[in-house]
Every structure is written in C-alpha cells, then in structure tokens.
C-alpha cells in the first residue's frame, strides 16, 4: 500500500504547499505591495506644459488598513496639478473616517470624482469562480444579473460631503471645469454603469466649447459608456473597476476584467475607437481589493501618475 500511493501522497503535499505559499504571497505580500504606475498621454494642446493628474481607484478601504493609508498619504508629495478619484473608495462601512484620512491631504488639491458600486453598497462574499462563469455567461454586475438583494448600504453621503468641502467635483451624470495653470479643463462623468447608474443622455453633447481639454471619467468601464464618449469626440477616458484583474497568471495577464471590457485593456494606457474616432483610454488597476479576496497575484495595487503633454 506504502508502494502504491507513496509518490501521489507526496505530489499532494508538495501541490498544498506550494498552493499555500502562494495564497502567503498574493495575501500577504504582493497585495500591499503599493506601486505607482507613470503614464504620459499626449492630449494638451499645442505649447500647453505638461500637466500632472494623479488617478486613484479601487482603494476599497477597511479599518485597520495603515500601510495602504500612510501610502495614500504620501501620494500627496508628488504635488499633482489635480486628482482624478474613479471609484470604490469602500470595502467597510465603518471606514469612511480612515479613508478621508487617507485621501486628507491629496484633497489639498484640486480634484474630481465618481462613485463605483462599492461606495454604495457593502460587498457580498463571493466565490471568484463566479467571474469567470459570469464572463463565459457574457454577463457583469447587473446586466443580466438580478438585481442586489439584502446587500448592505455603505455611508457614502460622508464621503462626499468630506469631497465637495474640500472643493472635488462631483462627477455622477454631471460635467465640471477646473482651471489649472490657465488652461480650461472640462469634465464629464457618469455614475457607475456596473449597477446601471449611468446616464449617458444627461451630459451627452461631446466636449465642451472654450475647454482646452475635455476628459470622460467613469468607475467601469463598459464598452456602451466607452463608445459614447469616444463617439462624442473625448480625447481621453479614465477609469478603474476592474483590479488589472487581480488574480493574473504570469506572462499571461488577466483573466476577466469584471466586465464587458476585453483582458488586453484590462490596465494601464490603450486606445478605445467607435467608427472613425479614437480616445486614449486609461484604466487604473486600483490599490484595493473585495475584503472578502484580500489577495493579488501578478497584479500589484497602485496608483498612477498621468503625465499630460501637448499633441503632437
């Protein structure tokens, strides 16, 4: 008997344990392994200098969490023109206090934001196997899905009073202008498509006129809210949602993007095109995660620097 299932007992063990460490690593490692992503995207116009945007995303904050907090904060020594905030600034509804903690001294400078469905509600425990079944299944968050039963509402009024005092502007269905180093930057945002708060209809009308620039800005990025701002004519889209994947293979990439994006874009600098119009987009693979999936594995949370450069 010791002959017969000596060597698969062995191969057992030896897959458990390697198994083991790598759940140590993507747990407790790499998940606060913070990084800091630079990208340049040339959109100013002609003669502009160059503008710094910091984006943030996916923090999916939880109490207790003091190393993503003192990151954060030392975001703010990068002195950034503005901060683009795209989304799922929760994961706790107790941590409203510690993620404006976090965020306090970014709110030093100009700034602009949207909600992700994580702001709204708390998160459910989940098996991950569900995306990939979801993804097969050609359906993502609530299209397709029945709607969200007995989740919990996360105090996210706070959060946005705490954002708007600090002078950020709301993005939800609405556009918004910053004037920075005397150049007219326009906004247009939507509310997250992922729960089917986005309204497309409300700010459609593509950039706005006298602005030197026009940016899109959403939390998911669905292919319908992507091909309505390109087709209007933004340059450029910024977005979070998606992780980077979070869980991605090595040499690979990711594996679903949680919704109907393609993995190719699943992070990082792309270009999004509708018929004859193309826009830069970016998506940010987020510093965060589900409290539920604390892990990251080929995937290191981060934030990025945006470096705006006038078009060539």
Known sequence: MRARYGVPLKVTAVGAAIGAAGLAYAAGFEARSFRLRRVTIPVLPHGARPLRVLQVSDVHMVSGQRKKRTWLQSLAGLRPDFVVNTGDNLSDPEAVPELLDALGPLMEFPGVYVFGSNDYYGPKLRNPARYLLEKAQGKHGLNGNAPAVGVVHNPWEPMRDA?????????????????????????????????????????????????????????????????????????????????????????????????????????????????????????????????????????????????????D
Do not use: M
């Open 163 to 311: 954002f708007d005092e600090a002078g950020w502007l709301g993005l939800s269905n609405t556009r918004g202008r910053l004037k920075i180093d005397g150049l007219e930057i326009a906004f247009t945002g939507l509310d997250d498509p992922h729960i089917k708060r986005d309204r497309y209809a409300e700010v459609a009308g593509g950039p706005e006129t006298g602005a030197d620039l026009s940016i899109g800005v959403v939390h998911a990025p669905y292919l319908r809210s992507l091909d309505a701002f390109t087709r209007d004519g933004y340059p450029l889209i910024l977005a979070g949602h998606t992780h980077g994947g979070q869980l991605c293979i090595p040499f690979y990439g990711a594996l679903v993007t949680n919704c109907d994006l393609d993995t190719d874009r699943v992070k990082g600098l792309s270009t999004h095109s509708v018929d004859d119009r193309r826009a830069y987009l970016h998506v940010s693979a987020g510093c965060g995660t589900n409290r539920y999936t604390p892990v990251r594995f080929a995937c290191p949370p981060e934030a990025t620097l945006l470096t705006l450069t006038a078009r």
